[in-house]
């Protein structure tokens, strides 16, 4: 079968392929850190960054393979400066390569920049390749902003 790749922003009938690879992100990089996992809250957010924010896909002929997604929000410092923040970036591990990455990141930013975003936030989890990732975003002129732990305390 030949590989044709469609990148385009998400709309809500993709819904039940987002939460599919959602639910496979989590079980990669997030179960560890002790975090819960409901279908009810991860559709509710996917639903709000469909809607409201920005989610970008990506298929391989019919198969979800990627996407990228996060909110665009006024910044805490200056509520006249908006801060696009992903929350959500993920590719299935056969199809991980710079240049779907890349291509990911570039529609990102592109859509932030029409919500009026002045900086854009990414993350990388600490169980991820992080000098990679550390690489990749300086080569794509970011800058490291902060690094955060988690603690179960309940």
Aim: aromatic share 12%.
């Amino acid at each position: 079968m030949t590989q044709t790749l469609t990148i385009r922003k998400a709309n809500i009938i993709d819904i039940k392929d987002i939460l599919d690879l959602i639910s496979e992100f989590y079980e990669e990089g997030l179960k560890e850190c002790g975090l819960n996992f409901t279908d009810y809250s991860l559709y509710k957010t996917a639903e709000n960054f469909i809607n409201n924010g920005i989610v970008i896909v990506v298929y391989d002929n019919d198969i979800l393979i990627g996407l990228i997604g996060g909110m665009v929000i006024p910044s805490m410092f200056d509520e006249k400066e908006k801060i696009a923040q992903e929350a959500m970036w993920f590719i299935k591990k056969e199809y991980r390569n710079k240049e779907l990455a890349l291509d990911l990141l570039n529609r990102f930013e592109e859509e932030a920049k029409r919500f009026n975003a002045k900086h854009i936030i990414m993350v990388s989890l600490g169980n991820m390749k992080n000098e990679i990732l550390d690489r990749f975003y300086k080569h794509n002129g970011y800058k490291l902003l902060e690094n955060q732990y988690i603690k179960k305390v309940v």
